[in-house]
């Protein structure tokens, strides 16, 4: 018997600010392929709440909804003013199955339908809603819009039991992959590995993010720094050879027999020369000018700015990848504790994370269960 599959309701929460008839037309012409989606929107005062910069390591207090314990955690943090005014955009996932239960791995069927089912179908429907998020903003340059960037992925678990937030690269996308992490965190869960009364999942956790962030974006910034570096010895070595090559031409025109042979001639015939030589130099310009069978190609597949048609529909590269295995785990009574999904453990302070190793998270096994419930 075929197992039963998914269906998802997005639901894009907005900052009020950013809210316009012509935003929602757009976002329902572009999004009705991708699934049913939905437009909501919230207070200007809440925007800055979502990227929280530190839920748990200041005030120790998780939200029991995204938008207003986030927003109070948020005001709380260090980076209250800076981002008080910066609009902040949640994209909820609402995984709709019934009343199938997915979560507890004892529940009856319920890791066959996890594993031949749900996690395929939540790494299809990140990339698909990811790659809608890319196309959605190039569409909005181009008409001279500003894009609409989300900030987190919100999926919502077996009818809100869990709510497991994913922090968006700078395209507003999230790696499909990462549905191997939830998967972690669905035996973690179910194991009673995090504890009791878990409510919602940051991944990574807030401040792990902002040290990836600053890594990430110094690494862009060299590789900038490299690439400019690079087409400005590229064109200094271009113009150079280009001169040469002028050079040798002139002289060569200069040195021609015909040329020597005219400056032979009676003084009468001089004008004549030099008429002869101020048309071979026309001829010549005229036929450096002239567009060659490459350049046409090349204009073809170029737009009005130079830029080919390749370059302007290539998909947009996120600035930095994000790693999500340092989670926030955040419980009802309003506590929140870091879990390392890497060590199947809980730990008391960020890390820095050895790149050399394996991204992927560890799965929890019956021994490790035991190391990491109090």
């Known amino acids: 018997m075929a197992l039963p599959r998914p269906s998802l309701t997005l639901v894009l929460d907005i900052d009020e600010r950013l809210d316009s008839e012509a935003l929602r037309l757009e976002i329902g012409r572009c999004y009705a392929h991708v699934c049913q989606t939905l437009v909501r929107t919230h207070p200007a005062d809440t925007a800055a709440a979502a990227s929280t910069h530190a839920v748990g390591s200041e005030s120790g207090k998780a939200p029991s909804t995204a938008e207003t314990d986030i927003a109070t955690d948020t005001a709380k943090g260090p980076g209250a003013q800076t981002n008080a005014s910066a609009p902040c955009n949640i994209a909820r996932f609402l995984v709709k199955m019934g ?53 987190w992925y919100e999926l919502d678990l077996q009818n809100g039991q869990l709510s497991v937030l994913l922090r968006c690269d700078s395209t507003s996308a999230v790696d499909p992959s990462a549905n191997a992490t939830i998967t972690a965190l669905r035996e973690a869960y179910g194991n009673n590995a995090l504890g009791e009364n878990v409510e919602r999942v940051r991944m990574p956790a807030p401040e792990e993010y902002e040290r990836q962030r600053k890594i990430g974006l ?40 015909e040329l020597m ?91 820095p994370i050895d790149s050399a190793e394996s991204v992927a998270p560890t799965r929890l096994d019956g021994r490790a269960e035991e190391e990491v419930v109090a």
């Not at 690439?227 to 050079?247: D, H, S």
């Not at 048609?309 to 990848?321: G, K, N």
Request: no cysteine; net charge negative.
């Open 99 to 151: 009343t199938r239960r997915y979560l507890d791995p004892e529940d009856e069927g319920a890791n066959e339908l996890w594993n031949d089912v749900i996690e395929r179908w939540i790494g299809n429907e990140l990339r698909k809603v990811g790659n809608n998020m890319r196309i959605f903003n190039r569409r909005q340059r181009e008409e001279g819009r500003d894009p609409l960037m989300f900030d």
């Open 218 to 257: 110094a690494a862009k910034a060299r590789r900038e720094a490299e690439k400019a570096a690079r087409a400005q010895a590229e064109a200094e070595r271009a113009r150079a050879e280009a001169e040469a090559a002028e050079r040798e031409a002139e002289e060569a025109f200069l040195e021609s027999p």
């Open 261 to 351: 042979a005219h400056a032979a001639t009676p003084d009468e015939r001089r004008s004549d020369t030099v008429s002869d030589a101020s048309e071979a130099a026309n001829a010549r310009d005229a036929l450096d000018k002239a567009p060659t069978e490459s350049d046409e190609g090349d204009a073809e597949g170029s737009t009005d700015g130079g830029e080919t048609i390749e370059d302007r529909y290539a998909p947009e590269e996120a600035d930095f990848a994000l790693d999500y295995r340092l989670w926030q785990i955040e419980y009802a009574d309003g506590g929140a504790r870091l879990f390392d999904s890497a060590r199947a453990a809980f730990v008391e302070s960020i890390e």
